[in-house]
């Protein structure tokens, strides 16, 4: 056998090699857990989950025990996040409720998350104030205000919007109402939009939840 045949025999092996090692390193690849699945599609839950959980605006607001909140400080659990106010007489104390019913319907096999009322009304919303409102419903219920420009911000981040209007001296106040659902990364995970019912919420959030646990370990193997 010539040296030309034997470099042709030698490159085809080499080639065959290399496509064996491609597909063998794909199906790794996928096997091992290397692509995640897609976001549920919860639309029958008026539910939208995104793919990629959207990152947050820096902030530094106030809590309702009075102490420095930053982005950071919403890693490490799942949280719904909801912008209002103290004063509102309708909307806000309705989603309360429906977000209190949603943490009892919740199995405790799944993790309990925390429930944030983000202050469209920071002038009268008080960290006093917001304490007496959010353990009304629950321990794990908690407000932020502050700075309203900053409040403005972290409320766009959360897909949210809210405008004051003055009507005969009174503030009223026109804000989303929305739920924003926070993974433990502290990202925007998905958006429930009314109206809500609290077994819809918690059939959301354990999809969501699962959704993203198989994902974290499909990633991880």
């Not at 199906?27 to 959207?54: H, S």
């Not at 007489?89 to 009892?104: E, G, H, S, V, Y």
Request: net charge negative; with cysteine; glycine share 6%.
């Amino acid at each position: 056998m010539n040296s030309s045949i034997r470099l042709t025999l030698f490159l085809l092996l080499l080639l065959v090699i290399l496509i064996f090692g491609l597909v063998i390193g794909r199906q790794v690849y996928m096997v091992g857990g290397q692509e995640p699945e897609p976001a549920p599609v919860l639309a029958e839950l008026n539910t939208y989950v995104y793919d990629q959980p959207r990152e947050l605006v820096e902030f530094t607001l106030t809590n309702e025990q009075g102490e420095t909140v930053t982005r950071e400080s919403l890693r490490g659990r799942w949280t719904f996040a909801f912008v209002g106010y103290t004063n509102c007489p309708d909307i806000c104390p309705a989603a309360m409720a429906n977000l209190r019913r949603t943490d009892q319907l919740l199995s405790p096999e799944l993790p309990q998350p925390d429930y944030l009322l983000v202050s469209a009304d920071p002038e009268h919303d008080t960290p006093d104030k917001l304490k007496a409102y959010t353990d009304f419903f629950g321990d794990n219920f908690h407000g932020l205000t502050g700075d309203l420009d900053t409040l403005r911000s972290f409320a766009k981040s959360l897909n949210a919007v809210f405008i004051h209007r003055d009507v005969d001296g009174e503030l009223l106040v026109d804000h989303s109402g929305h739920f924003a659902l926070l993974n433990p990364d502290g990202r925007l995970a998905a958006v429930l939009q009314p109206p809500h019912k609290p077994e819809e919420l918690a059939e959301a959030f354990e999809r969501i939840y699962e959704w993203a646990r198989e994902n974290r370990e499909r990633l991880s193997s």
